[in-house]
């Protein structure tokens, strides 16, 4: 009587679970990209943690691990708005031969960075209504707008000394008049559409708005060309 032979099988290999890597910087990023569109659509108040926590595929733990509070990753989320909108403006070359060309590239750069970043207009807005509370946490904001502002002030006093910007130009006034002609039409465009029965989120109006601005920064800043003339 043959013996039968038991064949003894290897026991199926376990699959090997790959331990998910997580990139802390990039993890934060992420983070904080979630939180500007929560905070931005809902403001301080209106936002939710556990929102945020979705849609970053994270949880409030870790969320709090990156950021100790609610009020903290709300602050960081004020500075990268700053960040991002200034480094837009930094690009910027404002080193043309001509002043009044130099002036034009940063007044239409400064209205075309309300045009891409509907959010940060919200959230300016949001901020603004509780005074800036949240802001004045922010440490490194104010130095963000140095470069900006020595970046006009160059331009400013070349286009003085060649007779062909005026005098006695307040620059941090410059500075509000020109982002407030592209800041308040986007913050108010809602309401403005309604009153003046023009849909302004149409492509052509934001164009018109956007030369108008230019011409209205150049026509307060520039000497009459019989002026200019004499000067020279």
């Known amino acids: 009587m043959k013996k039968s032979v038991v064949v003894l099988q290897n026991p199926p ?11 802390p910087q990039r993890t934060r990023a992420y983070i904080l990209e979630m939180a500007l569109t929560e905070f931005a659509e809902r403001g301080y108040e ?18 709090y691990k990156y950021f100790e509070s609610k009020e903290a990753l709300y602050a960081a ?9 200034r480094a ?8 043309e031969p001509d002043p009044i060309e130099s002036m034009r590239k940063l007044i239409e750069s400064t209205f075309d960075t309300f045009v891409s970043n509907p959010r940060l207009v919200r959230i300016l807005t949001h901020e603004n209504v509780h005074h800036a509370r949240f802001l004045k946490q922010a ?7 140095t470069p900006l502002l ?4 160059y ?4 286009g003085q000394q060649k007779g062909v910007f005026r005098a006695g130009v307040d620059l941090k006034n410059l500075y509000i008049s020109i982002s407030s002609l592209g800041y308040f039409y986007f913050s108010n465009i809602h309401t403005l559409s309604i009153v003046l029965e023009e849909d302004l989120l149409k492509k052509q109006n934001i ?13 307060y800043l520039t000497v009459p060309d019989d002026l200019s003339a004499n000067h020279s």
């Open 155 to 158: 331009v400013l006093q070349k």
């Open 46 to 63: 209106g936002a939710r943690i556990d929102t945020i926590a979705g849609q970053s595929q994270t949880n409030k733990s870790l969320i």
């Open 150 to 153: 020595e970046k006009m002030a």
């Open 13 to 23: 290999e376990e699959k090997v679970k790959k331990k998910r890597i997580r990139d």
């Open 88 to 95: 837009s403006q930094h690009e910027i070359q404002l080193d």
């Open 207 to 219: 164009r018109k708005q956007r030369k108008q601005a230019v011409e209205m920064v150049l026509a």
């Open 139 to 145: 440490k490194n904001v104010k130095h963000l707008y």
């Open 77 to 85: 989320c004020l500075e990268q708005t700053y960040e991002n909108m």
